[in-house]
């Protein structure tokens, strides 16, 4: 459920005006319309935010962002000579990131009764669970998760099981001005890291279980617990 509500929109200088320890470059009385941070997926007015992924980092791709439409960049380096957009440069781009979805996207999350949960194992069915308990109680629920995305019962594709923030909180924006007031929210270990919900309001927190998995990504189990610790 990526695509762009065309009708969102916000001024550059008031949508970081919440944010502190930035620096400004060039116009920032500019209107954006999304978020990105993925150049590939940027599109026309968008703001793209050059994070550090596990190979590469984002900022030696914001050439390719503008020209896909992007209208300003934000990035942990200096911009290189010649860009042809406001930018900021921020102190950790991905707490960047989450900071700029929420206020771009009106907070959604503290306007919704939501259960986030994680766990090594159960966290799609403790999220299916809720959902369901909701909806059989009569209240408008959202999920978002591993196997799909739901608003009151309509389905949409699932790329990850915790999105990047502007993706989750366009999701539940949306899910919001469709009558939504309750939701279940899977959140990974990978998320939380790499703080995707990071400033995110919950009402309710959910631990399943911890075991050996994602050590791949964790340095160790220790790492692991922290990770998931961060949630609470």
Not at 98 to 123: D, E, M, N, R
Not at 128 to 144: E, K, M, P, Q, R
Request: aromatic residues 6%; glycine residues 8%; positive net charge.
């Amino acid at each position: 459920m990526n695509e762009k509500d065309e009708d969102t929109a916000m001024i550059l200088k008031d949508a970081i005006r919440p944010i502190t320890g930035i620096e400004c470059a060039g116009n920032m009385d500019i209107s954006i319309h999304g978020i990105a941070c993925d150049s590939r997926k940027a599109q026309r007015g968008d703001l793209f935010v050059a994070v550090k992924g596990e190979k590469t980092d984002g900022s030696l791709f914001i050439h390719d962002a503008i020209a896909n439409g992007a209208v300003a960049a934000a990035s942990e380096q200096a911009p290189g000579k010649g860009l042809a957009v406001p930018h900021i440069r921020v102190k950790d781009a991905r707490k960047f990131l989450a900071g700029i979805s929420h206020v771009f996207y009106s907070s959604p999350c503290s306007k919704l009764k939501l259960a986030a949960i994680t766990g090594t194992k159960g966290k799609t069915t403790t999220a299916w669970l809720i959902d369901s308990i909701f909806t059989a109680s009569g209240l408008a629920s959202c999920l978002a998760g591993t196997i799909e995305m739901r608003i009151r019962g309509e389905r949409f594709a699932s790329a990850h099981t915790t999105p990047e923030a502007p993706d989750i909180d366009r999701f539940l924006r949306r899910a919001i001005e469709r009558g939504c007031t309750h939701g279940a929210l899977e959140v990974s270990s990978h998320a939380l890291t790499l703080r995707r919900v990071y400033g995110a309001k919950f009402t309710v927190g959910v631990f399943t279980n911890l075991s050996h998995d994602h050590l791949d990504f964790h340095r160790d189990m220790e790492a692991y617990y922290h990770a998931k610790k961060m949630l609470f």
